[in-house]
């Protein structure tokens, strides 16, 4: 159930991933310059970690993209 509390409430469980996923546009060909590409599932995860703590995006934590 979507609803229920993890230990990590920001954590992107199999089932919210099934709904979120299929809204996300298709991947692009990667440019040439500019940072890596990251994953749909791992962007999410940051914006919800940054919802649900409050904190700067420039004090997100980098394994969180």
């Not at 709904?19 to 995860?45: F, I, M, N, S, W």
Request: net charge neutral; proline share 14%; charged share 20%.
């Amino acid at each position: 159930m979507v609803g229920i509390r993890q230990s990590r409430p920001w954590g992107v469980s199999d089932e919210l991933w099934s709904l979120v996923e299929p809204l996300l546009p298709a991947p692009t060909p990667k440019p040439v310059e500019g940072r890596p590409r990251v994953p749909h599932r791992q962007a999410l995860y940051g914006i919800l970690f940054v919802l649900h703590t409050g904190i700067q995006w420039e004090y997100l934590p980098q394994e969180l993209g």
